[in-house]
C-alpha cells in the first residue's frame, strides 16, 4: 500500500483526522516491516469491520494504481472479453444490469471500479463518521467487493503481465497480490473456486511463506 495517487477517477482517500485513519497508518506501518503475514493480523483491540473497512479502501487503491499503468494496453481490440485465460470469462451484472452482460475487458474494470467507489462512498455501508456502526451485512459486501477485485488481478496476470515486465513494476504486482491474497486468506473473504484462475501462483506464494516461517 502506498499514497500515491490512484491512476484515473477512481480513487478513496481516507484522510488525516477521518475515520480508520490510525488503523492505515498501522497497515503501513506493519507492511512496511516486510511481514505480510503481520500486516494482515488483526491489531490487538481493534474492530473487525474497521479493520476491513480500511483494507478494503486500500486494496481498491492498490488495484486503480496498478491498472492504471496498462490502460493503454487494455483496449476492446487487445481484450474484446474480460477473462483470465481460455478457461476463465466474466460476464458483468449488478443492480442495474440484471442480466449478465458480455463486455471488453476494460468496459468490465470499469463498471467494476464505480461499483466498488459507489460501495465505498455509500454512507450506510462505510460509514465515515466516528462512532456510526456498520451494517449487519457489512462483511457479505466486502466479501463481493474482494470476489471482483481479485477479478482484475486475474486478468492483469493473465494477459498483461508482459507489459508489466516491460514497465518494470513486477515486484510491485507480486507484493501488492501476495498481501491481498493473504488477507483473504486471514479473514475467508473468498472461496477457493473463485480464486481458481490463479491457484498455481497463490500456492506458490503460500508454500514460500511457510518455508521462510520454518527458518
Known amino acids: 500500500m502506498n499514497d500515491s495517487e490512484p491512476v484515473g477517477q477512481h480513487s478513496k482517500k481516507i484522510t488525516k483526522n477521518s475515520r480508520g485513519y490510525g488503523l492505515k497508518q498501522i497497515a503501513q506501518m506493519t507492511l512496511g516491516s516486510g511481514n505480510i503475514d503481520l500486516a494482515v493480523e488483526l491489531p490487538k483491540g481493534e474492530d473487525l469491520n474497521e479493520w476491513l473497512a480500511v483494507n478494503t479502501i486500500e486494496f481498491y487503491n492498490?488495484?486503480?494504481?496498478?491498472?492504471?499503468?496498462?490502460?493503454?494496453?487494455c483496449t476492446k481490440k487487445s481484450?474484446?472479453?474480460?477473462?483470465?485465460?481460455?478457461?476463465?470469462?466474466?460476464?458483468?451484472?449488478?443492480?442495474?444490469?440484471?442480466?449478465?452482460?458480455?463486455?471488453?475487458?476494460?468496459?468490465?474494470?470499469?463498471?467494476?471500479?464505480?461499483?466498488?467507489?459507489?460501495?465505498?462512498?455509500?454512507?450506510?455501508?462505510?460509514?465515515s463518521a466516528i462512532g456510526v456502526p456498520f451494517p449487519k451485512h457489512f462483511v457479505s459486501i466486502v466479501k463481493v467487493i474482494f470476489k471482483r477485485l481479485f477479478?482484475?488481478?486475474?486478468?492483469?496476470?493473465?494477459?498483461?503481465?508482459?507489459?508489466?515486465?516491460?514497465?518494470?513494476?513486477?515486484?510491485?504486482?507480486?507484493?501488492?497480490?501476495k498481501h491481498f491474497i493473504f488477507f483473504i486468506e486471514k479473514f475467508n473473504l473468498v472461496n477457493a473456486k473463485e480464486l481458481a484462475p490463479l491457484s498455481e501462483l497463490i500456492n506458490k506464494f503460500k508454500e514460500r511463506r511457510n518455508e521462510e516461517?520454518?527458518?
Open 62 to 73: 492498490d488495484i486503480n494504481l496498478l491498472y492504471g499503468m496498462l490502460e493503454e494496453f
Open 79 to 127: 481484450c474484446p472479453v474480460m477473462s483470465a485465460g481460455p478457461k476463465y470469462e466474466y460476464l458483468w451484472a449488478d443492480e442495474n444490469k440484471k442480466a449478465p452482460l458480455k463486455v471488453s475487458a476494460s468496459e468490465y474494470i470499469e463498471y467494476l471500479m464505480t461499483w466498488v467507489e459507489n460501495q465505498l462512498n455509500n454512507e450506510s455501508i462505510f460509514p
Open 151 to 177: 477479478r482484475v488481478y486475474a486478468h492483469i496476470y493473465y494477459t498483461h503481465f508482459p507489459q508489466i515486465v516491460m514497465l518494470g513494476c513486477q515486484y510491485h504486482l507480486n507484493t501488492c497480490f
Open 213 to 215: 516461517n520454518k527458518k
